[in-house]
């Protein structure tokens, strides 16, 4: 087995360019994390048919490898060696990930990071308002009426929906406030304060300053013979933004050079009145201008520019996806909700879900077409099914892109439904899974529309593809011969030494975690729900601690108390990874009491873990229970869903 692993990380380090191409590397429950001098050296099509790669990606200036648990920290320790590096730690590799990439793609990623966090409140704020849409929507349901002329008595519930879903904008800035502060260093209250600062109601209200120029009534202070404007940033984004860097940074030069027994008194207070001061002389009107400008961008870009807008951006969002630039649209589309009342809604929202729509549509037409090689049906179809909902990086890195004709396919669907969704004018009223299950965040009177250009991007892609496939028919053909050719992969179920019937005995996994137990495909990681990593469950906790699922040995522990992998009867391995995107924590919040090798006992303790710090740093606590080697196995069947005790059966496995 240990040829094995020494074979694989030899066959990587050849695909990425030789050892004088590795800057560093690092690793996590799954994945090969690698930074690398010159990505235009790595040789993907070779990496596919290493045996033990599962898939790929580049992200952050990272380029990932997907391994597998109980097997990525092998080939990882037997890499470095190869390579001749020194093993670092996550961070350390994010920091030299960092260096790779340009001020713009800097900029763009810093964004993304602060905008993340505070998605879910967006989300939830824009669903509420999509229902009190439906509440008071003229004729969606009764002629000439709404819901709440024709039954009165829920007036006062849809006033309080109406409330409930105005509050995450309203106080947009301060959301933002915070999240800003943590990705700049600052201390995240101090940031919110920034916030409320921006929208203190004494202001005046920014929605209305537009109207206020043209009458000539913006109020003014009058600070030391500066006419400084007396009005909030209501609805704004990048204002705040660049305020709390300002805070951030002031805040950190005085850390350094004020007394230690002042510190807690002189910093908050210089920060707070510099960053201030700053924001409303300089920071705030340059940063309007140029939010503006953005919004009006996009705006120009749908609506004078119409369908042909909608196509240029449907074809152009998959390629901003490979890139990981995608994430900063997410700027934009934030300020245009949080002007929601003078907008009437978004439309770059149709025009995402159609393209994502579109790419599931091609990698299924990969299923179709790749009948003699199972390994490339079985990731397409799965990869093709979370397309709809929203996540396409499965489908994308693992199917189309290494195909190049379906991820052409795609384009053109996503081209043609991105074009029609602009024609019909469907804007959406928030944030949410950008998919056909995205229905839920459209205006009520755009509904219809919406699912007719998911449609369209759906079949214009699926025939696409088909076409452009029997121009690339050898191409195919000669790709599935050598996937057929490759080795088999390790963990290949003996006899079943635990019950003495063989192969075909059924083995049980038992819940490691007492909550709520959701199909694979909910789980919110796209590698997880993908099925690249194997087939199994997502767990909700309700309780922090983690048991042995079977009788087993512990395979693996990852350095930052996260994840563990158990190897079971009949050569099963199973990952329990908690959380999603926790590796980021770094360990804080987690505690694993066994270590790698040692035999554990059904129901013994692996680990406890703090659900409520999970969720404080802004992470998912659904946690995947994965059968990484399920494909060495007739059938892996989920028995149970729904509410779960510790050691309930979830799982059985043929």
């Known amino acids: 087995m240990e040829e094995t692993y020494v074979k694989a990380a030899q066959e990587i380090l050849a695909c990425m360019g030789g050892k004088d191409n590795i800057i560093s590397a690092a690793h996590c429950a799954t994945r090969l994390r690698l930074v690398l001098k010159d990505d235009s050296l790595i040789d993907k099509d070779a990496l596919e048919n290493v045996g033990l790669v599962k898939g790929n ?15 990525v920290n092998h080939v990882y320790a037997e890499f470095i060696k190869m390579a001749d590096i020194t093993e670092m730690t996550k961070e350390e590799l994010k ?3 960092a260096k790779k990439m340009n001020p713009l793609q800097k900029l763009l990623k ?12 967006l989300v939830a704020s824009g669903l509420l308002m999509g229902i009190n849409n439906i509440l008071t929507a003229q004729g969606m349901f009764v002629e000439g009426k709404s819901l709440v002329d024709a039954f009165p008595q829920i007036k006062d519930f849809a006033e309080m929906v109406n409330l409930f879903s105005n509050a995450g904008f309203t106080f947009l800035p301060v959301l933002i406030g915070f999240s800003a502060a943590k990705i700049f260093g600052g ?4 940031g919110a304060v920034i916030g409320a600062i921006m929208i203190h109601p004494d202001l005046m209200n920014g929605y209305g300053y537009g109207q206020a120029l043209l009458d000539g009534t913006v109020p003014y202070w009058n600070i030391f013979g500066l006419s400084v404007a007396k ?30 027994m002042l510190d807690n008194i002189v910093t908050p207070l210089l920060s707070v009145l510099i960053a201030g001061a700053m924001t409303f002389l300089f920071i705030g009107p340059v940063m309007r201008g140029v939010g503006d400008a953005m919004t009006n961008a996009v705006m120009w870009l749908f609506f004078d520019l119409g369908s042909l807008g909608g196509l240029i951006y449907g074809v152009t969002y998959p390629l901003l996806v490979i890139t990981g630039m995608h994430h900063s649209l997410v700027t934009a589309e934030t300020q245009i909700l949080a002007n929601i009342g003078t907008l009437g809604g978004s439309p770059t929202f149709a025009v995402v879900a159609a393209a994502n729509c579109a790419q599931g549509a091609a990698a299924l037409a990969v299923m179709f077409r790749m009948k003699k090689d199972p390994k490339m049906k ?9 397309s709809f909902l929203g ?15 379906p991820f052409y396919g795609a384009l053109i669907g996503g081209g043609i439904g991105a074009a029609y969704a602009t024609l019909a004018k469907v804007l959406s009223v928030s944030q949410g899974p950008c998919g056909v299950i995205g229905v839920i965040c459209i205006r009520p009177d755009c509904m219809l529309q919406f699912m007719v250009s998911m449609a369209v991007a759906i079949v214009c892609a699926f025939a696409a593809t088909m076409a452009l496939g029997g121009a690339f028919g050898k191409k195919e053909r000669a790709a599935a011969g050598s996937r057929a050719a490759e080795p088999a992969s390790i963990g290949k179920p003996a006899k079943d030494m635990h019950t003495g019937t063989g192969d075909k005995a059924e083995k049980v996994i038992f819940a490691p975690i007492q909550g709520n137990v959701i199909p694979r495909e909910n789980i919110p990681d796209e590698t997880f729900a993908s099925g690249v990593l194997g087939d199994g469950v997502g767990i909700e906790p309700e309780t922090g601690e983690a048991v042995a699922p079977f009788d087993g040995e512990i ?3 990852a350095e930052t108390r996260h994840a563990i992998g158990i190897a079971g009867p009949g050569g099963m391995e199973l990952l329990i990874h908690v959380g999603v995107d926790t590796v980021k924590m770094d360990g804080d919040g987690f505690a694993v009491l066994v270590s790698e090798g040692d035999k554990v006992r059904a129901g013994q303790k692996l680990m406890e873990f703090d659900i409520s710090k999970i969720k404080a740093a802004g992470y998912s606590t659904t946690s995947a229970v994965l059968l990484t080697n399920s494909d060495d196995y007739q059938s892996c069947n989920v028995v149970k869903t729904g509410k779960s005790k510790q050691m309930e059966k979830i799982i059985t496995v043929e």
């Open 555 to 557: 395979s693996s522990v």
């Open 391 to 405: 996540i396409t990086e499965p489908a994308i890195f693992g199917v189309n892109l290494k195909l190049r004709y």
């Open 110 to 121: 810093t964004l993304a990071d602060v905008f993340v966090p505070i998605l879910p409140a």
């Open 378 to 386: 079985s990731l397409a179809s799965a990869s093709g099914i979370s």
């Open 57 to 71: 990606f580049n992200n952050g200036g990272q380029f990932q490898i997907i391994l597998g648990t109980g097997i």
């Open 95 to 97: 920091k030299q990930a």
């Open 231 to 260: 009005v909030g940033y209501q609805g704004t984004v990048l204002p705040v933004i660049a305020s709390v860097f300002c805070l951030s940074f002031v805040e950190k030069k005085l850390r350094k050079i004020v007394p230690a």
């Open 187 to 190: 201390t995240p209250i101090l």
